[in-house]
C-alpha cells in the first residue's frame, strides 16, 4: 500500500498521468461530438431535401383529381411511385376524409388514417418529423392550390435515413481507431515527456546521494534553466554553510591559542619562581606576581570580548529605542579621559548639532568606545582625537579621527577580522584581544549601517559609521523594497 501511495506521489507518474489526460481527453471529446454533429446536420439535410420533394408532389397533386380516383392520372402516379423508389421511401396520400387513397406500400389503401401528423397537416400545416435514433424522417404536407384556403387531403413522405446510419457506424468506427492509435500515440508520448523532465532531478539525486561526506558538496550537472537556477542556489548555499564552517572552525582554533597563550605565559612565570628556591629576593617574587596578574587581566579581558562578541552575535538580544547620541558620545568620551589624561592625548567632541536615532544604546556605545579606546591606545604622546557627530534627514555619521601611530596598508582590510592584530612591534606592545574591531562591525550591522576605516601609517587613522536614523527591521525593509 505504501509503496503504491510512493508510486502515484512520484513526479514521472503525475507528468505522464497529465501528459496522457491532455493528448486523451480531447481525443475522446472529438470522437463523441464529431459523430453526433455529423448526424445531426445530415439528417437536417435530408429533412429540409424531403420536405421541398413532398411539397412539389403536392403542389402537382393539389391540381388534378387524383384524390378521388388514383388511375385517372398515370403521370402522377409513376411520379408518386417513381419517388418512393428512388429515395427508398414510402408515400401514402390521404383525402380530406383521412381514407388512404394511394400508399406505395400498398398496405393502407381504404383505410382511414387519423394521427397527429395528419390531423395538424389537413388545417394546412407542413409538418417534419425526425428523430436521431429512429429509422425514417416523416413529413406531412397538405395539398392544396396556392389560392385554396382548405387542402383537399395530406401527403405523407417516410424518408428512410438507414443510409445516414450506416454512415454514422462506419465514422463511430473511425474515431475508435484513431483513438486508439491516439492513445498508443499519447502513452509513448507521456513515457518519454515524463522520463525527460524527471531525468535531471534524478541525475542531481543521485549526484548529491553519491557526494561522500566530508568531500566539498558540488553539484556539476548542468539541466534546463528551471533545474540550473535550483541546482546553482544549492551550491551557492553549500559553500556558504562550508565556508561558515570553516570560519567557526578557524574562530575556535584562535579563542583556544588566545586563551592558551596567558596560560602558558603564566605557567612559565610560575614554574620560574618554583624553581628559584628559598633565598630570592621578595622584590622578585613580587615582580613575578605582578606579571602572572597582568596575564590573568589579558586572560580576563579576551574572555570579556569573547562574551561581547556572542552577544552581538546574538541579533535577536537587539532592542532600539530613540538615544541622544551627543549625550551617548559625552559619557563615552568622560569614562575614557583618565586613560587619555594618562598618555596625555586630547579628546575633542564636535557636534554639528543635535542628533537623537533608534540605537541598542549598549551594543553601539560598545562599538564607539571600542573605537575611541583604540584612538587613544594606539596613539603617541601629546596627540589627539577628534570625534565629530552629524545627522541629514536619514542617516547619523559619527567620524573618530587620531594622529596616532597608524596601520600598514597591507592591514587595513583585515582589521574587522576576528583576532587579527596589526604586527608590528608597537602595536604588538599594546595589549588587546583582536576582537574590539569585530564586535564594533557586527553592532554596526546591527544597526543597518556602515563601517570604513582609513589610515596612513604613523600619520593617524579615521573610522568613518553611518547608520539610519530609524531603525527598521530588514523584513520590513525587504517587504516594502
Ligand atoms: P585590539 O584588541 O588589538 O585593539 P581591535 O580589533 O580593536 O583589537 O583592533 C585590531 C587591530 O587594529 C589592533 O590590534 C591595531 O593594530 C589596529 N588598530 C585598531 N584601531 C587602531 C587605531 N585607531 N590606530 C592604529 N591601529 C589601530
Known sequence: MEKLKEFFYSLKVRLFCCFLLAII????????????????????????????????????????????????????????????????????????????????????????????????????????????????????????????EEPHGVLIYCVSTDDIRQSKLTIISMCGFILIVLLIMAVGISVIGSWTLVKPYNLVAEEISGIKSGAEIKITHKSH????????????????????????????????????????????????????????????????????TGEIDRETDIINDLLALVRMDRAASFSASPTNMNDLLELIMKRIAPIAETKKVELVLESFRPVVADIDEIKMGQALTNLIENAVKYNKEEGWVHISLNADHQYCYIKIADNGIGIPADSIDHIFERFYRVDQSHSREIPGSGLGLAITQQAVLLHHGEIKAYSVEDEGTTFDIRFPLKYIEKEQVNEEA
Open 225 to 292: 534553466k528551471e533545474m540550473n537556477e535550483i541546482i546553482d542556489g544549492f551550491n551557492d548555499l553549500m559553500s556558504g554553510m562550508r565556508a561558515k564552517d570553516e570560519a567557526q572552525a578557524q574562530f575556535v582554533s584562535n579563542v583556544s591559542h588566545e586563551l592558551k597563550t596567558p596560560l602558558t605565559s603564566m605557567k612559565v612565570l610560575a614554574d620560574s619562581i618554583g624553581s628559584m628556591g628559598e633565598d630570592v629576593p621578595v622584590e622578585m617574587y613580587r615582580e613575578f606576581m605582578e606579571d602572572i
Open 25 to 148: 481527453l480531447p481525443g475522446i471529446v472529438f470522437s463523441i461530438t464529431i459523430p453526433k454533429f455529423f448526424i445531426q446536420s445530415k439528417l437536417a439535410d435530408l429533412a429540409a431535401e424531403s420536405l421541398s420533394h413532398a411539397q412539389a408532389l403536392a403542389d402537382q397533386v393539389a391540381g388534378t383529381s387524383y384524390l378521388s380516383d388514383v388511375n385517372s392520372n398515370q403521370q402522377i402516379d409513376g411520379e408518386v411511385t417513381a419517388l418512393a423508389d428512388f429515395t427508398d421511401s414510402r408515400l401514402i396520400l390521404v383525402d380530406s376524409n383521412f381514407r388512404v387513397v394511394k400508399d406505395t406500400n400498398n398496405v393502407a389503401v381504404g383505410k382511414i388514417m387519423v394521427s397527429t401528423e395528419v390531423i395538424k397537416s389537413i388545417q394546412g400545416e407542413a409538418i417534419t418529423n425526425y428523430k436521431e435514433n429512429s429509422n425514417y424522417i416523416e413529413i406531412a404536407v397538405p395539398i392544396k392550390m396556392t389560392n385554396e
